[in-house]
């Protein structure tokens, strides 16, 4: 089955400077993959997903890579702000929707 | 708005126990996911449903059954429930792709 390795577990930045998260999986049938923003106490939300026939995808300050020959994706978030101090997910799936999730990245956007 | 909601916040059983953890979603999607979140270990997947009555084992399935009687409804059961079952309970569900989920179920079996 799929596997999904995420690096860093734990990442610090202040303020204003950039943060990047990457993200390995296994399953080369894997065509879509999303990424969760866990704020303290509740539940994951989406924040941006990418999708195997695209290489790149932003939205405002968020942005995702994808290398499919390498099996690999990240997330980079730019011009961080103490509000996107959260967890974050990668996942990897299927077209069947047989979803696999990272061990998450606690990020510190400290002020 | 997608709204998924789960029977309980907070819930605390005690070893051996019957535990039933339900979640219902208002957007008729077709697929239902049951996971199980611990520190350092991120999200991993119990059991996932593509229709009613239908189930797929996910990665760790053991001790832990589901049932899906209707389409909007997920039920995640512990048939006998034990401490190393103590964790978040995360219920999810999907049209195609993106996931919602619900709140949250902290279970703390003593």
């Known amino acids: 089955g799929e596997n999904v390795e995420q690096h860093p577990s734990t990442l610090s930045v202040q303020e204003g400077d950039s943060a990047v998260i990457k993200c390995t999986y296994s399953d080369s049938a894997s065509n879509y993959f999303p990424w969760y923003k866990q704020e303290l106490g509740k539940r994951p939300q989406l924040i941006i997903d990418?999708?195997?026939?695209?290489g790149e995808k932003k939205d405002q300050r968020i942005a995702v890579t994808l290398n499919k020959t390498a099996k690999h994706f990240s997330l980079h978030i730019t011009e961080t702000q103490p509000e996107d101090s959260a967890v974050y997910f990668c996942?990897?799936?299927?077209?069947?929707?047989?979803?696999?999730f990272g061990a998450g990245t606690r990020l510190t956007v400290k002020p | 708005d997608v709204k998924v909601t789960q029977s309980s916040r907070y819930l605390v059983k005690r070893t051996g126990e019957k535990v039933f953890l339900e979640c219902v979603q208002d957007?008729?999607?077709?697929?239902m996911f049951w996971y199980r979140q611990d520190p350092g270990l991120g999200l991993r997947l119990i059991y996932f449903?593509?229709?009613?009555?239908?189930?797929e084992k996910g990665d760790i399935p053991e001790g832990y059954s589901v049932s899906r009687e209707k389409k909007e409804r997920f039920s995640l059961i512990l048939e006998s429930a034990s401490t190393n079952q103590t964790s978040m309970y995360l219920c999810?569900?999907?049209?195609?792709?993106?996931?919602?989920f619900g709140p949250g179920t902290r279970l703390t079996v003593t």
């Open positions: 996942a990897a799936s299927k077209e069947n929707n047989d979803m696999r």
């Open positions: 957007m008729d999607h077709e697929n």
């Open positions: 990418i999708r195997s026939n695209v």
């Open positions: 999810a569900s999907s049209y195609i792709y993106e996931q919602y």
């Open positions: 449903s593509y229709d009613v009555k239908m189930k």
